[in-house]
Every structure is written in C-alpha cells, then in structure tokens.
C-alpha cells in the first residue's frame, strides 16, 4: 500500500474524529481505534480509507491485540496519533482513586501502551508520534487534579520518548489544545464559562476541533521532518497570557 498509515485513538468523536477526516483529505489511511463500538462504527461507516478497530488501549493485552490487527489490516503504521482521554472535572477532596486511576489508565498508560507497541512499526518506517496533551497540563486550574496531571504526564513522557527514539528516524511531539467548541464543551459551559474564557484568550475565541487536527496532521507529516520533542499549544494564545487580565490588554 502507498498510503501513509495513521493510527488514531480516541477516533470515534471530538479531535480524534476531525484529525481522522483530515488525514484522510490528505490521501492518508486510517486506522481508528475507540473502545465505544457503537460510536466508532457510526462514526466511521461512511470513510472511504478509513476502518474501526474497537478496542480499549488501558488495557495492555487489548493494545497488543489492536497492533497487531492494524498490521494485518494495513502492513504498516507511519503515524501515532495518541488522543484517547477520560476526564472527571472534581474537586481534590470529592476526587477518588478509582477516578484517579481510570483517568490515569487511559491519558497516561494508555498513550504509554500504545507508543510502545507501536516502536517496531515505526522504526520500519522512520514515522512519527503524535501524543494530545491539554492546556491543563501546561496550567493549573480547579477541578483538575487528576486531568490536568495525567496530562503533564504525557507532555513529558513526549519528551523522554523523543529523546530515546530519535536515533531510529521517530518523531514524537506533543500537542495541547486549549478551549475547543466541541458539543460537549457547549453543553457543559455556561455563558459565564464561555465569557471567562474568550476573556482570558487572546483570540477572543473557542478553537475547533478542525484547528486542532491541522496542528497534529502538521507533526505527523514531512513538513515536520525537523522537528521532534516539543510541546505545541494550540490554544489562542491562552498559556502565552499568564495571568493575563483582560483589562490590561485594552
């Protein structure tokens, strides 16, 4: 097969979905993986180059089993794209280890599981790795002690892999998206919410889901041949702001 092939995690809605849509634009195939079936299969039926593998990658001996069949499918793999996340927005004190532990299985274990099983495929074709991170790995907030950890997590296992890999032609970047208009961004952010954070942005705006694919199919491709072990917000210029107050910037 001439195509490139894209491995994406977390495919069935939200970035992972977009990013899948856009590879496939860019003449990429595409290998996406969600452990909602159902999801997936509706998310997917209607992608020319594109097939549903269901499988939950927190799961170390399901993650082997989704490798191997993404091989079999497809005979190499040339892209990463590790975005499969859980959150629970609780405070520190209502925050229990089995949600502890369930948004660390899946954000860090699952990016980890799915890197490493990934290593031969990828040295066979000097590909890349793409890990979503959040802005909250980048900045503290409430109601994110184990999200926002877990994703300080994958920015820095992003560097360790890059570190280790780079002398097999692998690239491994992170990307960190920061507010994104999804559906269920909308439907859990009040106006206030919403206010707050086109205050605190200085593009006064939600990115999309769209805007966030096009930075991961950038690090995925050529164009990036350069460029590995960094850390890439796409957030507006939320992190840029620090405190940031909006009044000082009229």
Same mark, same amino acid.
């Given at each position: 097969m001439d195509k490139k092939i894209a491995l994406i995690t977390g495919a069935a809605r939200g970035i992972g979905l977009a990013t899948a849509k856009l590879m496939l634009e860019a003449g990429w195939a595409v290998a996406m993986v969600d452990r909602d079936g159902d999801e997936l299969r509706a998310a997917s039926k209607d992608l020319s180059g594109a097939k549903a593998f269901q499988f939950d990658i927190s799961e170390p001996e399901q993650v082997a089993e989704m490798t191997a069949a993404v091989l079999a499918s497809?005979? +190499?793999?040339?892209? &990463? &794209?590790?975005?499969?996340?859980?959150? /629970?927005?609780?405070?520190? #004190? !209502?925050?229990?280890? /089995?949600?502890?532990? #369930?948004?660390? !299985?899946?954000?860090? /274990?699952?990016?980890?599981?799915?890197?490493?099983? *990934?290593?031969? !495929?990828?040295? #066979? @074709?000097?590909?890349?790795?793409v890990n979503i991170a959040s802005i909250s790995g980048l900045r503290a907030s409430t109601l994110r002690v184990a999200y926002g950890t877990s994703k300080a997590a994958v920015i820095h296992l992003t560097k360790q892999q890059a570190s280790e890999l780079g002398e097999f032609g692998i690239?491994?970047?992170?990307?960190?998206?920061?507010?994104?208009? @999804? +559906?269920?961004?909308?439907? &859990?952010?009040?106006?206030?919410?919403?206010?707050?954070?086109?205050?605190?942005?200085?593009?006064?705006?939600?990115?999309?889901?769209?805007?966030?694919?096009? *930075?991961?199919?950038?690090?995925?491709?050529?164009?990036?041949?350069?460029? @590995?072990?960094?850390?890439?917000?796409?957030?507006?210029?939320?992190?840029? @702001?620090? &405190?940031?107050?909006?009044?000082?910037?009229?």
């Amino acid at each position: 097969m001439d195509k490139k092939i894209a491995l994406i995690t977390g495919a069935a809605r939200g970035i992972g979905l977009a990013t899948a849509k856009l590879m496939l634009e860019a003449g990429w195939a595409v290998a996406m993986v969600d452990r909602d079936g159902d999801e997936l299969r509706a998310a997917s039926k209607d992608l020319s180059g594109a097939k549903a593998f269901q499988f939950d990658i927190s799961e170390p001996e399901q993650v082997a089993e989704m490798t191997a069949a993404v091989l079999a499918s497809f005979g +190499k793999i040339n892209a &990463v &794209v590790n975005n499969a996340g859980v959150a /629970d927005f609780s405070p520190l #004190e !209502a925050t229990s280890f /089995d949600s502890w532990r #369930e948004i660390m !299985a899946t954000n860090l /274990d699952g990016t980890f599981l799915v890197s490493q099983a *990934a290593i031969p !495929a990828l040295k #066979e @074709t000097r590909g890349a790795i793409v890990n979503i991170a959040s802005i909250s790995g980048l900045r503290a907030s409430t109601l994110r002690v184990a999200y926002g950890t877990s994703k300080a997590a994958v920015i820095h296992l992003t560097k360790q892999q890059a570190s280790e890999l780079g002398e097999f032609g692998i690239r491994v970047n992170c990307v960190c998206p920061g507010p994104v208009k @999804t +559906k269920l961004a909308m439907a &859990v952010h009040s106006q206030d919410i919403i206010d707050a954070y086109h205050d605190a942005i200085p593009l006064n705006r939600y990115g999309s889901e769209r805007e966030i694919a096009e *930075a991961i199919l950038f690090l995925c491709s050529e164009k990036a041949s350069y460029v @590995t072990g960094q850390i890439l917000a796409a957030d507006g210029g939320f992190d840029a @702001t620090g &405190v940031g107050l909006p009044a000082l910037r009229r």
